[in-house]
């Protein structure tokens, strides 16, 4: 049976995001706009995590937290959202006795590491889709090309028939195809060697796992936005 996160939103956008955030996670959701209705469905469903907001009508998150906490058959670990930079909201939600907190906006990866501490089955991978075009790099002076594979919001497969360490750090550019050509300028790191020396894939060809560093948050949506379009691949 899948385990079961409760999401607690009044606000559509961010019950939305989140459960994008969770899409690649082997988990049930279920949402509620008040934490009277969360309240309900602990009761009725016993989730195995409950991410909620502070701010709500009819009962707030930490109205709702206490009662979670208090309740002898409810022993669902709760995450608390609030607003960053508000000191009094923060410890009002460490007093209602949440198990974390995590403040808007929102980041996919803090958010899906704090979600997997207290669940294990939430999948922190990235989304990743199989794609093909031209990629230039450069290192040590030189610039290279080879081309993409797979691609996530936080690197790429580079396939190139060279050989390079694991941590170099290389610049970066290609363009996104489709749905509106974006070009893309920032650097990466190589995370692991797939190469003839170092061969950890066979089923990938000769190349590098990427992991981008110092990306602009425009860039990475638009990676994002262009992953989404893709077909699903494995992730490294």
Known sequence: ???????????????????????????????????????????EQHPDLVIMDLHMPVMDGADCCRAIKKDPHLSSPVIMVTSEGKEADRRLCLEAGCDDLLFKPLDRAIFLDAARKLLPAVDRRDRRG?????????????TLSGFSVNLSQNGLYLAADMELE?????????ALPEPAT???????????????????????????????????????????????TLSPTSRA
């Open 1 to 43: 049976m899948a385990h079961k996160v409760l999401l607690v939103d009044d606000v559509s956008m961010f019950l939305e995001l989140e459960k994008d955030f969770l899409s690649l996670s082997a988990v049930a959701i279920f949402t509620a706009r008040n934490g009277e209705e969360a309240l309900t469905i602990c009761r």
């Open 130 to 142: 199989s794609c093909r075009f031209n990629v230039k790099f450069r290192a040590f002076g030189l």
């Open 166 to 174: 694991q941590g170099t750090e290389l610049e970066l550019l290609f």
């Open 182 to 228: 974006a070009i893309i300028q920032t650097k990466g790191r190589i995370a692991w060697l797939n190469t003839s020396k170092t061969r950890r894939k066979g089923t990938l060809p000769e190349g590098f796992g990427i992991q981008f560093i110092g990306i602009s948050d425009e860039d990475r949506e638009r990676i994002d936005r262009y992953v989404s």
